[in-house]
Every structure is written in structure tokens, then in C-alpha cells.
């Protein structure tokens, strides 16, 4: 082979190399973006869930304060937390085996 064959084939490998440096560089970025674009993606169905989810508390917090002022619930809450009652009223209070047991010195068994 005489020096211009050999210089011709150099210059096509170095052309070739070159080539397929570009095209693995390519595929990398192309790659990399592709995964991070599916990362975003599902982040955002993740925070979409998260708001469905926060709406329906909303929701719920907000039937929730309706009923806050509900006779009914004012009622409850003074009995239940407060220990009130009302003037007329005879409260009855049960005791539960265990409690009852506890009182008597005997262990019930369940």
C-alpha cells in the first residue's frame, strides 16, 4: 500500500469513529432525557393524587364546620368532652366487664 491509500483509510476511520462517537452521544442524551421526562411524569400523577386526595379532606373538613354549628353537634360535644347535661336529665354510667372486674378484685376472663 503506498502512503495515500494509507492516509485515505485513516481519514475514513477517524470519519467513522467519529460518526459513531456522535451517534452514542446522541443516544445517551436522548436517553437520559427520556428517563427524566418519565420521572417527571410520574412525580406529576403523584401530586395529582396528592391534590385529589387534599380536595376530598377539604371537602370533608368543610361538611365537618357545617356541622359544627348544628345544635346537635354543640349538644354532643358538651356531653362528650365537657360533661354537661341538661337540668332534667339522669345520667347512667356503665361499666365495662374489665372495669367491673377490676372493681370486684376478679379477673373476668374473656
Known sequence: MN???KSLIRRRMIIA????VAIVF?????LAN????YELDQQKINIAQ????EKIRSNQLDEQVK???SKNYVENFARKYLGLYYPDETIVILESQENAAESDGKTVEQ
Open 67 to 69: 356541622q359544627m354549628g
Open 50 to 53: 396528592e391534590i385529589e386526595n
Open 3 to 5: 502512503e495515500k491509500t
Open 26 to 30: 446522541t443516544a445517551y442524551i436522548y
Open 17 to 20: 469513529l467519529a460518526i459513531i
Open 34 to 37: 427520556a428517563i427524566k421526562i
